[in-house]
């Protein structure tokens, strides 16, 4: 049967596309410290899923030509399958291509993140995409390697058809087209055990980045859609993410978290504390500003210098707050670390679509609300950006302003194709602050800037200071004319800010004022990082607390070495502005000491303790401290002491998930 040669040849096809794929990731982004022979675990096994994907891509090849075969237009059937071949094997590539641009801007294979391209500014993002990425020699490679496949591939079937086993006799054809048919769901499966091969563990190095080439780009993006749709489907139980941290029941997961009780008003109190202290008035309480800096990552900021300034006005007012030198950022993108801020959620995202409507009882805003607060919100975009006009109403803020209410004020405000230029947003905010006082108001208010944003354009007028790509070192991006864009624009965010600030303490408002700053997550694609040695660096990003004497507590300073991260800004807020309120727990008040030096989530499965990095969350290896910035490659199994330490905070983070859920399922009764 000459229809089934073609079929192989796809399974060959992906075995070495594949491969491939894993030789490409590895040149570019492997550190210095890993030789090639380390490659070969990842080949080997990876080698099983490429034909997984291959037998897949074979037997939906087969079921649209078998009919044309049966038919009895057989050549027609052979031409169909060739075309089929040439569509997949061309997928193939195409999928491993952007995955291999997708890992230097996440830093990671395809996770869910990647569906938040549909739900984000689609057309901002493409036009980022066509910036800064080699769009044009892709598609010309793409159309190459298309090239080369439309004239392999019928020279190839051909020569395979006439050396392909075809049986003397009927009962014999029979039996090779059924073993045929029978390999081939086997290799679908990858297994004959009880379970397929892509619901198994892909370990096969104590090396993290080992592991992550193992399967290729169909099967990862494979896995975040299952990922995506169990962390996004909220379902009927919500015991799912107790479950899956590894819990039996909600019982076990208290006990570990060290609760005493799972009964609810146990839990209800555990989960939202009261803060401690004499409650105040409205008049004598302070503002909050709570601002979310776009790309702000703390590595940038070793660089440093008075050639490369990365702080411009900022620099004057870091000694007037406290800068916090070891903060973790919670999430990877913007939308999931606005949702754990402000919502505290691990499911993410959580407040797009039916459940924008719903009412969370976490919301950061609800502590400020109960006390006589102006809630608002303040985003350089549009509020329709991931349905954030839809949504915030509903947790609390009484005003959404974005890009339009700005420019209503500010007719002169630019921007990009994200959002307004930082300086407008800072100066409307600014304007709010002083209206709400001078009208004896108190205001709770969200910052989100957008300018350190790719295509990193500055065409508006800006204080300049000096820029040296080559302080960043030999890892840096290649391209120094778009590496001096992204300093540029992370400098202006950070002039901009310190500008802010300025204002701000110059005046008696800033007096009354608690200001709280943290990136929402790290630059990305300006260096390739060695991982998971420089892990650290990926996700610490900036922070930074300016809070007035009259509102710090007496005789407490905060540790800022120890770690920290986005989850503790909410209780810190919270416990130094509001004593008496209520508010959803998701981490500790930075003003008060760090047990064991405190420790940082990062995304819900990396936990960074004193010893090391913990990852991932339910089956954990400990990366150990080489020094302040780099882990050991080789993970090992956990002492007893950070093995108790994850487990617990695997706890908490199933306590949190399994109260969201039930949130979303009481509303839908």
Known sequence: MRLFPQLWMLVVGMVVLGGLARLFMWWDYAGSERGLALLWPAMTRGMRYDMVAGAVGAALVGLLTVPVWLAGRREAAVRLAQHLLLAVLLLFVLLSLCEHFYYAFYKTRFDPIVFGMFEDDTGAILGTVWDDYPVIRGVVGLLTVAGLLYWAIPRSGTWLARRWPRGSGRWTRALLLVLQCVLLVLLARGSVGNFPLIRRDVTVSADPFVN??????????????????????????????????????????????????????????????????????????????????????????????????????????????????????????????????????????????????????????????????????????????????????????????????????????????????????????????????????????????????????????????????????????????????????????????????????????????????????????????????????????????????????AGSVPDTQALAGHADLLPTLVELALPGQRYFATGRNLWQAAPNGGEALAQFDRLYTRSGLLFPLDKPRLHRWRDSRHLQVQGEAPDPVSAAQVRQAAAWVALRDWHIRQQVLRNRR
């Open 212 to 553: 992550a080439l193992v399967l290729n780009a169909p099967l990862t993006l494979y896995r975040a859609a299952r990922t995506r749709a169990k962390e996004t489907d909220i379902g009927n139980d919500p015991l799912v993410g107790v479950k899956r941290l590894g819990f039996a029941d909600l019982g076990e997961a208290a006990k570990v978290a060290g609760l005493a009780s799972a009964d609810p008003q146990a839990l209800q109190a555990a989960l939202f504390p009261v803060a401690p202290g004499q409650p105040r008035g409205l008049a004598q309480s302070p503002h909050v500003v709570l601002g979310l800096l776009e790309s702000f990552g703390q590595d940038l900021l070793y660089t440093d210098s008075k050639d490369n300034d990365m702080l411009g006005r900022l620099r004057a007012e870091l000694p007037t707050g406290q800068r916090f030198d070891n903060f973790i950022a919670g999430q990877n993108g913007t939308h999931p670390e606005l949702e754990n801020l402000i919502l505290g959620t691990p499911i993410t995202p959580l407040a797009l679509g039916s459940n924008a409507r719903l009412a969370f009882d976490t919301s950061a805003a609800l502590p400020f609300k109960r006390a006589g607060y102006r809630t608002v919100f303040i985003y350089g975009g549009g509020s329709d950006w991931r349905e954030l006009g839809t949504a915030l109403p509903n947790q609390g803020f009484d005003r959404v302003y974005d890009a339009r209410d700005i420019k209503a004020r500010f007719a002169q405000a630019s921007g990009t194709e994200w959002g307004l230029y930082d300086a407008w947003l800072f100066r409307f905010a600014q304007t709010l602050l002083s209206e709400a006082d001078a009208r004896g108001e108190r205001l709770f208010m969200v910052l989100l800037t957008t300018s350190n944003h790719p295509p990193h354009v500055l065409d508006t007028p800006r204080r300049e200071y000096p820029l040296d790509p080559a302080a960043l070192g030999p890892r840096a991006l290649a391209d120094t004319g778009e590496l001096r864009k992204m300093l540029a624009t992370y400098q202006y965010q950070a002039d901009e800010l310190g500008a802010f600030l300025q204002q701000l303490r110059e005046q008696a408002l800033g007096e009354r004022t608690i200001v709280a700053m943290a990136g929402d997550h790290n630059l990305r694609s300006h260096y390739r990082y060695d991982l998971p040695a420089e892990q650290v660096d990926v996700d610490r990003v900036f922070a930074w607390l300016r809070v007035p004497p009259a509102f710090a507590p």
